[in-house]
């Protein structure tokens, strides 16, 4: 029996009905589960009336609900939320792809209590219910191009206050009514990964997180609101950073970034930045991320400069501040969309005259490049190299689709190149 249970629900929801007509014992034998996985997140134009009569044939637990919602499925949710809150469900996905519109997220979600996961998208949150206890097991909480209502930012706060287990947090363009003048706390005692990413400035604010471990920053008017080196100092201590300073950045108030950081990231191995060297306040950035992160093993970087003009700074290059402990520690570097322009010829030169135990540098050229893939290869091998075990694999641009470009279309990416 237990046999039988643990492969009906281990089958695709489909099939496990279909069990039905095997024979007259089975004809039934799929309402009779423990509990039940409802998914249909990646079957986009199901029909509504698929889960509406699993629900009223199959009476024990849903374990899992998820589903890609459309516009007919959208104005089931809110049933369909009041008929799992007593379920027992541990996981609901919703995933409404609208770009003019969001469902009205019904208020039953807040009576889910044994939720470990939650993940919804465009979406318009509720205010809490009254007596609202919280999720106590909740771990995982994913909110993208959600809305709150007015004070949704104290709203958010509460929530995360009464989930102590929540070690995952994404919040993806999330947005509230009012005028958003007050503070978004980020807390949690056991957080793990913290994702922000977002268009708006609501002073996000950090508290302590003890336990983190990753952090993916996306923050396009905070980075520009002069607080930028004071927030990214609430992030010290992750072994992990996904951050983006590609947009456009003012002086700051206090000076640079690179000037004025006022911490070291002595756990952090991993740095994948969204960044260009058209401009000194992110080329500077650069540098100071790497000046304070001393234990640095893994550095990955994509070249955006959609949101500047193609025309970079004058050179910048601080040699005369970086010490022996530049990149000591660094083994793997990826940079991908290269433009070979002077600033990034400089960085890709300084990083491998510095880093000395460096194993692998992987470069690769944007579609539009200032060099052919032959002289830029050429320049790249007349580069010092500090670590005699380091070796670079360049992947040139592809010239096939480009007619303006005269050069055939040759790519290295096959060689390994050790000079």
Known sequence: MHLLDGILTRLDLRDTVRTSALS???????????????????????????????????????????????????????????????????????????????????????????????????????????????????????????????????????????????????????????????????????????????????????????????ATIYLRNYVSSGDFEGFIARFAQVRKLILDTSYPLPPLTNGHLMETLPCTFNNLKSLILWTHFCESPAILSTFCLLMNAPNLEELEITINRGAVDEIEANAVCPNTQLTDAFCANLQVVKIDDIGWLPNEMCFIELVLSKAIVLLEMHLTLGCISSKSNEHALCELMTYRRASSHAQVFFNGKETSNFSYLSIPCISFAQYGVSY
Not at 82 to 88: K, M, P, T, Y
Request: proline letters at 7%.
């Open 24 to 214: 007259r014992a089975w004809r039934r034998r799929w309402e009779a589960l423990p509990y039940l996985p409802l998914s249909f997140v990646d079957e986009l134009g199901t029909p509504p009336l698929a889960v509406d009569r699993v629900l009223v044939r199959y009476p024990g637990r849903i374990s899992l609900f998820s589903f890609h919602l459309d516009k007919h499925s959208v104005t089931r949710v809110a049933d369909w939320l009041i008929a799992l809150c007593n379920r027992g469900v541990k996981s609901i996905n919703l995933q409404y792809f609208s770009y003019t519109s969001s469902f009205n997220l019904h208020s039953s979600v807040f009576l889910c209590t044994q939720l470990v996961y939650l993940e919804l998208r465009r979406c318009r949150i509720p205010p809490l219910p009254v007596g609202f206890t919280g999720f106590p097991v909740l771990e995982v909480l994913k909110l993208h191009f959600v809305d709150f209502p007015e004070n949704g930012e104290s709203q958010l706060e509460a929530i995360l206050g009464v989930s102590p287990l929540l070690n995952t947090l994404d919040l993806s363009f999330v947005n509230i009514h009012g005028d958003g003048s007050n503070e978004w706390v980020i807390g949690g005692p056991n957080l793990r990964s913290l994702s922000i990413n977002s268009d708006a400035h609501y002073g996000w604010r950090i508290m302590d997180l003890p336990c983190l471990d990753e």
